[in-house]
């Protein structure tokens, strides 16, 4: 069976940057709370029209075919990873088989919210490896800045997230040693709602029971998404930021641990850690537990904050272009979030 290899890899960020000190605008918020908490100095904003989940994902897609030496319309297959979709439906993967003006390959939307991009990857990997497709555009991309609470009511969010994209193409590995050793999918919806955006959905928890056997068949209707809800700020995301912190730092080293045991290696092994750009506090709490150096670690939060299914790919992309990552070193991705999922992959570049 054939390893599956990382043949090209790109990025896109928004010129627009938006600093700590812009938020404070908005909210009750400083440089130094944001910077202390997470590490995030500034993040990317998308342009408000032009630009759009799946516009920032074709830019970040048309590097990595370019540098794979192929063209659009030799990927045969698409899977996508976002949180934040153009539409509720259809995805994002129709879109960009659409705006690349590809053949009618089939296309698949991930939504596993911070590990979505290394879950992508797993689901790609597994296609090559059965023989099923040759060249796989996977991506991960986040226009976050159209879906916060902007106000002081949702800080502990908003100071967050920043928008952007990254995009692979895998291919059959060339040789036996390369490629993608494993990849690790773990989940525990035990605490679905502590990170969650609870609207819009088909649950009926905003409202109490009595209210909705009270609704007509046409308030019935509205319960997807209706005006109450959002004078009630219920459109964003809720985070408990203490309970999320507490378990991204036991399951990140776990799942990192799970790649390297499964491939028989050691930490020190490893070239380049690629974590989830969830918070710098958490990435750096998981270099010391792993007994990790600070150069083995890569992170970008600073200047891009948390993108989500993006992070992963884009951080990828940058250590690639500084020139950290070459032939045969062992490049280890991880990602933790919403769900909660929990992700690795282990590369042999
Ligand atoms: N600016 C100023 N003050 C703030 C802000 C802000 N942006 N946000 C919250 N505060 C205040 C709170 O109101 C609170 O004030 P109070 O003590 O008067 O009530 C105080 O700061 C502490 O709030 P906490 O939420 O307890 O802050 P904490 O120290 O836990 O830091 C943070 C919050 C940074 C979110 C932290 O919990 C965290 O990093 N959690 C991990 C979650 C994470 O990384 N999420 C990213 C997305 S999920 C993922 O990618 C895995």
């Known amino acids: 069976m054939p390893k599956s290899r990382i043949a090209g890899i790109g990025m896109y960020v928004p010129q627009h940057v938006v600093s700590n000190n812009d938020l404070t605008s908005y909210m009750d918020t400083s440089d130094e709370w944001i910077q202390e908490r997470t590490g995030i100095k500034e993040r990317r904003y998308a342009h408000r029209t032009q630009e759009t989940t799946t516009t920032m994902g074709v830019e970040a897609a048309k590097i990595a075919i370019d540098r794979a030496g192929i063209t659009a319309q030799d990927i045969d297959f698409i899977v996508f990873a976002t949180l934040s ?41 597994q296609f090559i490896k059965s023989g099923m497709y040759k060249n796989i555009l996977v991506i991960g ?14 800080r502990n969010v908003s100071v967050i997230f920043g928008d952007g994209a990254g995009a692979v193409v895998l291919q059959p590995a060339e040789d036996e040693e390369s490629g993608i050793l494993s990849t690790h999918l773990h989940s525990d919806g035990e605490s679905a ?80 850690l690629i974590p989830h750009q969830a918070n710098l506090r958490i990435a750096q709490f998981v270099q010391q537990k792993l007994g990790l150096r ?28 500084q020139g950290m990552i070459e032939k045969g070193d062992l490049v280890c991705l991880a990602a933790f979030g919403s769900g909660f999922t929990w992700a690795s992959a282990l590369i042999k570049w």
């Not at 209706?226 to 809720?238: R, V």
Request: net charge negative.
């Open 193 to 272: 709602e502590i990170l969650a955006m609870y609207n819009p959905g088909t649950h009926a928890n905003y409202w109490t029971s009595q209210q909705v056997a009270n609704f007509d068949e046409a308030e019935i209707g509205q319960m997807f998404m209706s005006h109450e809800m959002i004078d009630n700020a219920q459109n964003f995301p809720f985070m408990d930021g203490p309970s999320v912190f507490k378990k991204a730092v036991v399951k990140f080293p776990e799942v990192i641990m799970e790649a390297l045991n499964t491939n028989g290696y050691k930490p020190a092994d490893i070239k380049v």
């Open 141 to 154: 991309s986040e226009k976050h800045s159209f879906g916060l609470d902007f106000s002081t009511r949702g």
């Open 294 to 321: 600070e150069e083995q670690v890569y992170n970008n939060i600073q200047k891009y904050g948390n993108t989500t299914a993006a992070s992963v790919p884009i951080a990828l992309c940058e250590a690639w272009q």
């Open 85 to 125: 979709p153009d539409y509720y439906f259809p995805g994002c993967g129709v879109l960009v088989q659409r705006a690349m003006k590809m053949g009618e390959i089939g296309a698949l939307d991930v939504r596993n919210q911070c590990s979505g991009f290394v879950y992508a990857l797993s689901v790609a990997d």
